[in-house]
T-cell receptor
Framework: AQTVTQSQPEMSVQEAETVTLSCTYD???????LFWYKQPPSRQMILVIR??????QNATENRFSVNFQKAAKSFSLKISDSQLGDTAMYFC?????????????FGKGTRLSVIA | GAVVSQHPSWVICKSGTSVKIECRSL??????MFWYRQFPKQSLMLMAT?????????EQGVEKDKFLINHASLTLSTLTVTSAHPEDSSFYIC??????????????FGNGTRLTVT
């Protein structure tokens, strides 16, 4: 079974600064997908960024980028120019690529606070 | 596009009663939907995988007779919490993938249902 580990329960960052959230995972599969989701106080799940395991290039979405180290099974999220609206819970998630109907496996989350 | 509607968003019920939560994909068809449960300040834990036209697959430790799942159409899955007890109070979230999209497409989430059992 796959597991996802987020070792930072809470983090804080000053507005406009950069912060990195860590995530490691364990799997024996070679085909899979990794995601970062944001959950603000409204509890809506918002996709931040995703990465296909077969792609070596790190995904980037505006201020959000990942550092995907496949051999180390590491998938960290970097948020640049942090904004107050980035305050939320961030979940790293794994999904098997063996079929189109596999669920997401989530880490325990990191609560990020952006301080003005 | 790719909207998942979950209803109700908030419900309070008395202990011993049953509550039904609906999850609808509004603009796409989903052969599979997933039900998650989230306790306060915790992660999302997969409860079951709902398959259209067949029985749901439950995760270990989830009582299938207590959490009844029905996926009668390609756009609707329901979760019924039967004989609810206070320990069933939680946040329940459904998610689905457009069956027409590629494998790497993300799951789409409903906005969740906060259940409080008194």
């Amino acid at each position: 079974a796959q597991t996802v580990t987020q070792s930072q329960p809470e983090m804080s960052v000053q507005e406009a600064e950069t912060v990195t959230l860590s995530c490691t995972y364990d799997t024996s599969e070679s085909n899979y997908y990794l995601f970062w989701y944001k959950q603000p106080p409204s509890r809506q799940m918002i996709l931040v960024i995703r990465q296909e395991a077969y792609k070596q290039q790190n995904a980037t979405e505006n201020r959000f980028s990942v550092n995907f180290q496949k051999a180390a099974k590491s998938f960290s999220l970097k948020i640049s120019d942090s904004q107050l609206g980035d305050t939320a819970m961030y979940f790293c998630a794994f999904r098997s690529g063996n079929s189109g109907n596999t669920p997401l496996v989530f880490g325990k989350g990191t609560r990020l606070s952006v301080i003005a | 596009g790719a909207v998942v509607s979950q209803h109700p968003s908030w419900v309070i019920c008395k202990s011993g009663t049953s509550v039904k939560i609906e999850c609808r994909s509004l603009d796409f068809q989903a052969t599979t939907m997933f039900w998650y449960r989230q306790f306060p300040k915790q992660s999302l834990m997969l409860m079951a995988t709902s398959n259209e036209g067949s029985k749901a697959t439950y995760e270990q430790g989830v009582e299938k007779d207590k959490f009844l799942i029905n996926h009668a159409s390609l756009t609707l899955s329901t979760l019924t919490v039967t004989s609810a007890h206070p320990e069933d109070s939680s946040f329940y979230i459904c998610s689905a993938r457009n069956r027409e999209s590629s494998y790497n497409s993300p799951l789409h989430f409903g906005n969740g249902t906060r259940l409080t059992v008194t």
